[in-house]
């Protein structure tokens, strides 16, 4: 089958991003996984030299740094990082999650002393939303900023949070207003070397993507000044949280299909050379079908991808569609790199086989970024 020729508008300009971009991953990040798999994180060093290469927050305009590259950059980035199989580091929630939350709702303030450092890879980004007794249910956080004088003091735990910690940079959402449910919600633009009160805990050991380092986070009466307030005025995080969901989404969506298109590259290479019975695994009708269904199922998906992709440049991607693109691309990254890996037979299962990998990679797609069941909710509601 041949690839399905693109709608979007992608440019010969955009082309050279992307073999950069694939030489790029292939050549020094895909190769130190197992290294960065093994430290539970990534170095520093490959952050700054992402950002020489213009990698970082691409979007930000020039007049902070950056190229005022447009939104489909990004995508490219995001896709090639996928299909190079290097889960880590997690590039795409820094330029695509944390930046645009200061380039969008940031003062001036905040937009020149947090953006430079970003696009260069100096400052590392995380988002900090999730807590220990709810992860979906934001109004239901838990920790609470409380304002003393020109500043506020914060108190309370995050956990889960990807970047935890490599990042000096934490958006951090509190209660401001305990009482006023997600009316109360504000963000905070926290640098945890700088605040005592803060403390990372330890770094939770997970199934996989074990090279993108996640913690958990503990604020005990951190003090941060008034100007740490994401806008300067509160009461707003709630809104601001929703409608970056979808750009995150979104993004995971990108790079669920990314992996998608991997797995069946991959298998489709080893069922040809692989020979069992006096023939080779791909002439086993099986093996025919699987594929077939796998290639099927990721044509289908690209085509919904681009139109979303297409909705969002034009400022009309809504919540709902965005959660039915999320939850779908995800439910088959999960199933096809399982039917991939079946048909690698005992190897799949040897974590020296990359489709090994992408199977313990790809099982947390169905939770971060809102919970598939939350997606489902999202897209019930409007039925």
């Given at each position: ?5 693109s ?58 740094g ?14 090639e ?20 939350y ?5 003062t001036?303030?905040?937009k ?18 999730t ?6 249910d ?17 108190n ?9 910690f ?10 401001t207003?305990r009482?006023s449910?997600?009316?109360g ?5 926290v640098e ?17 993507q074990k ?22 005025a ?14 995150e ?15 069946i590259?991959?298998t ?14 791909l ?7 699987k ?15 681009e ?10 991607l809504?919540?709902?569609t ?5 939850y ?5 990254q ?24 992408m199977?313990t ?8 970024g809102?919970a598939?069941?939350?997606?489902k909710?999202?897209?019930?509601r409007?039925?």
């Amino acid at each position: 089958m041949a690839p399905a020729r693109s709608t979007l508008a992608f440019t010969d300009e955009h082309a050279l991003l992307r073999d950069n971009a694939r030489r790029f991953f292939e050549a020094e990040c895909a190769p130190h996984q197992h290294a960065w798999e093994e430290a539970g994180i990534a170095p520093r060093g490959i952050w700054k030299r992402a950002g020489e290469l213009g990698f970082l927050c691409p979007r930000i305009g020039e007049e902070y740094g950056g190229l005022g590259a447009d939104f489909l950059v990004s995508v490219i980035l995001a896709e090639e990082q996928a299909r190079s199989g290097a889960i880590a580091p997690m590039f795409s929630l820094h330029n695509d999650v944390v930046a645009p939350y200061i380039a969008r709702y940031g003062t001036e303030t905040q937009k020149r002393a947090f953006l430079p450092p970003m696009i260069s890879g100096a400052m590392i980004g995380a988002v900090a939303m999730t807590e220990p007794s709810g992860g979906s249910d934001l109004k239901a956080m838990r920790t609470h900023a409380r304002r003393d004088g020109t500043d506020y003091v914060i108190n309370g735990q995050k956990t889960f949070i990807s970047n935890g910690f490599c990042a000096n940079l934490v958006v951090l959402a509190a209660k401001t207003d305990r009482d006023s449910g997600a009316k109360g919600i504000s963000l905070f633009l926290v640098e945890p070397d700088k605040h005592t009160g803060f403390r990372r805990g330890r770094m939770l050991e997970k199934l996989g993507q074990k090279g993108s380092d996640t913690a958990e986070l503990f604020f005990d009466d951190m003090r941060v000044p008034e100007s740490a307030l994401l806008g300067g005025a509160e009461g707003h995080g709630f809104g601001q949280l929703m409608d970056r969901l979808v750009e995150e989404r979104l993004f995971a969506a990108i790079a669920a299909i990314g992996t998608i298109d991997r797995a069946i590259s991959l298998t489709v290479q080893y069922v040809k050379d692989r020979r069992a019975f006096g023939q080779r695994v791909l002439d086993f009708q099986n093996t025919r079908f699987k594929l077939a269904e796998a290639k099927t199922e990721a044509t289908i998906l690209r085509v919904f991808l681009e139109r979303c992709i297409g909705e969002f440049m034009a400022g009309e991607l809504d919540a709902s569609t965005t959660a039915a693109l999320k939850y779908w691309a995800t439910e088959q990254q999960c199933a096809i790199v399982d039917d991939c890996l079946q048909l690698h037979g005992g190897y799949g299962y040897i974590l020296d086989y990359p489709i090994a990998r992408m199977w313990t990679d790809s099982r947390i797609t169905k939770i971060y970024g809102g919970a598939n069941e939350i997606m489902k909710d999202i897209i019930g509601r409007t039925l």
